[in-house]
């Protein structure tokens, strides 16, 4: 399966600390997707960085990969209450458009 | 001008009955999913339609139908409806390529009475 698996199912922090989360995944793939989905609202997507690149940065946000590891990890820096909500990595099953989600961390961030 | 919409937000319904939900992009996107989030958050693909036609159909009860009449809409209808068929079902959409983010509708919470 190509499911990636997050680490850890739920992380709480204060405001102002940086919260990890980590993705780890099964096959080779050509990129890596993370995407944060607040309480009862869709999924939306966050950033994509592909096999060829190590890092990332959008914002607050960076993303690494490592392919020799298959694993990727999503930091979040000087962290906001707005923050709060479940961030999912996806992976996108070969040949096509569509992705398979992990099961998700659930981040709380406390005033 | 929301991107992804579907309809309804909620839908409470007793067994056995047939519902639709409804999906709309304005996104010129040319490819649509079906998702299905369960209580523990697990989302996993239905449908996905490309075109109008079906390009990946994972091994959902036949019981569920996706039907596209073009390539913005992309309606889901669930005949004889079963307990387990409660959980969040999200419409989302993109471009044909496995690297495109994909857009979310904000989900229908089906509740089986």
């Known amino acids: 399966?190509?499911?990636?698996?997050?680490?850890p199912q739920a992380l709480s922090i204060q405001e102002g600390e940086n919260a990890t989360m980590n993705c780890s995944y099964k096959t080779s793939i050509n990129n890596l997707q993370w995407y944060r989905q607040n309480s009862g609202r869709g999924l939306v997507h966050l950033i994509l960085i592909r096999s060829n690149e190590r890092e990332?940065?959008?914002?607050?946000?960076?993303?690494?990969?490592d392919t020799?590891?298959?694993?990727?990890?999503?930091?979040?820096?000087?962290?906001?209450?707005?923050?709060?909500?479940?961030?999912f990595c996806a992976i996108p099953n070969s040949g096509y458009s569509t992705l398979t989600f992990g099961k998700g961390t659930m981040l709380l961030v406390s005033p | 001008d929301?991107?992804?919409?579907?309809?309804?937000?909620?839908?409470?319904?007793?067994?056995?009955?047939?519902?639709?939900i409804k999906c709309e992009q304005n996104l010129g996107h040319d490819t649509m999913y079906w998702y299905k989030q369960d209580s523990k958050k697990f989302l996993k693909i239905m449908f996905s339609y490309n075109n109008k036609e079906l390009i990946i159909n994972e091994?959902?009860?036949?019981?569920?139908?996706?039907k596209s009449p073009d390539k913005a809409h992309l309606n889901l209808h669930i005949n004889s409806l079963e307990l387990g068929d409660s959980a969040v079902?999200?419409?989302?959409?993109?471009?044909?390529?496995?690297?495109?983010?994909?857009?979310?509708?904000?989900?229908?919470?089906?509740?089986?009475l």
Do not use: W
């Open chain 1, 1 to 7: 399966s190509q499911q990636g698996e997050e680490d």
């Open chain 1, 56 to 65: 990332k940065h959008s914002g607050r946000l960076r993303v690494t990969l």
């Open chain 1, 68 to 87: 020799s590891k298959k694993s990727s990890s999503l930091l979040i820096t000087a962290s906001r209450a707005a923050d709060t909500a479940s961030y």
């Open chain 2, 2 to 20: 929301t991107a992804v919409s579907q309809t309804p937000k909620y839908l409470v319904t007793q067994m056995g009955n047939d519902k639709s």
């Open chain 2, 59 to 66: 091994t959902v009860p036949n019981r569920f139908s996706p």
């Open chain 2, 89 to 112: 079902y999200f419409c989302a959409s993109s471009l044909d390529r496995e690297d495109q983010p994909q857009h979310f509708g904000d989900g229908t919470r089906l509740s089986i």
